[in-house]
């Protein structure tokens, strides 16, 4: 797909909502969907200190730009924007933005869960967390 229509983006700095938006902006569609991931404080009772996100590059943002490719087939997306941070993320800061933007709402809303989905699903981004009193990756334990 044309490069004019898919961003996608790891990125070391916080991100910014306001670049994915203004990326998928298209007048033709009325259905634009932003999905948010951010760091909660506790997970599964534990309090959890940061995040620390690492990725094999290259591979994730092909993987990333499969996804997209599929999510504009499927939901008619016009564009698409995936940013995933690397490194330490604290409580409340951003994981993860998708956006979309679709002629309608419907196809919003399911580009945007199909995305994270495969995302969480596919691609080489692993995330550890650190808690209190020790840190462990993600699906590492039970």
């Known amino acids: 797909m044309?490069?004019?229509?898919?961003d996608i983006q790891i990125?070391?700095?916080?991100?910014?909502?306001?670049?994915?938006?203004?990326f998928i902006l298209d007048e033709s569609c009325g259905g634009i969907?932003?999905?948010i991931g951010t760091v909660r404080r506790w997970n599964k009772d534990e309090e959890i200190t940061h995040l620390d996100?690492?990725?094999?590059?290259?591979?994730?943002i092909s993987e990333l730009r499969k996804i997209a490719d599929s999510a504009i087939e499927q939901f008619e997306v016009k564009k698409v924007s995936i940013h995933?941070?690397?490194g330490i993320?604290?409580?409340?800061e951003i994981a993860v933005i998708i956006a979309v933007a679709c002629k309608h709402r419907k196809a919003s809303f399911q580009a945007c869960e199909?995305?994270?989905?495969?995302l969480k699903k596919d691609v080489p981004i692993w995330k550890k967390?650190?808690?209190?009193?020790?840190s462990y990756w993600v699906n590492s334990r039970p």
């Open 33 to 35: 969907n932003v999905f």
């Open 89 to 92: 993320v604290k409580a409340t």
């Open 2 to 6: 044309a490069d004019n229509i898919i």
């Open 129 to 134: 967390e650190h808690l209190i009193d020790g």
């Open 53 to 60: 996100f690492e990725c094999y590059e290259p591979m994730a």
């Open 114 to 118: 199909f995305i994270i989905d495969q």
């Open 11 to 22: 990125l070391a700095e916080p991100l910014e909502v306001s670049n994915n938006y203004d």
């Open 84 to 86: 995933h941070r690397v």
